[in-house]
């Protein structure tokens, strides 16, 4: 049996802001589409979905995030996932200039949890929580130059 990662999807409270987050850091959107009817009730699990959905590819063409915004039923609040906590977790993304890609985050009210780390001189990474209460983990390979 072949298996191949498609996306990871996101549920968030506002689809503008975070398509305009992600799409600052780099990433491209691909499709939108709004979504509702049986074949969605069936596929999702869950009687009258409705929601707004967007697809955005990052720069390599390889990873993909589909983001959506429920109309129907509402959407759930929840306390922001915890780094420790089991189940998703985070998104990561590796970027060429962790200080520019944090300035473009900074722009959208997203810092670092606590700062920037350095692991074995191979990598300077940090966690923010983006919008939605998202937990983006950011990487620069400092082998890379």
């Known amino acids: ?21 992600f799409t600052d850091l780099g990433l491209t959107v691909v499709g939108r589409d709004v979504v509702r009817g ?7 699990g869950l009687d009258g979905n409705h929601a707004k959905i967007a697809m955005l590819r990052t720069p390599d063409g390889q990873g993909f995030l589909e983001l959506f915004e429920y109309i129907h039923p509402d959407a759930i609040e929840t306390e922001p996932t915890l780094p420790n906590e089991i189940g998703m977790h985070r998104v990561l993304f590796s970027v060429d200039d962790l200080d520019a890609a944090l300035e473009v985050a900074a722009r959208h009210g997203c810092v670092p949890l606590r700062g920037v780390a350095t692991y074995q001189d191979v990598y300077r990474l940090t966690y923010l929580r983006g919008p939605s209460g998202i937990l983006v983990m950011l990487a620069e390979d400092l082998r890379k130059g």
């Open 1 to 21: 049996m072949a298996i191949k990662l498609e996306n990871v999807g996101i549920a968030v409270r506002d689809l503008e802001a975070t398509i305009a987050f």
């Open 38 to 44: 049986e074949w969605t009730d069936t596929a999702v």
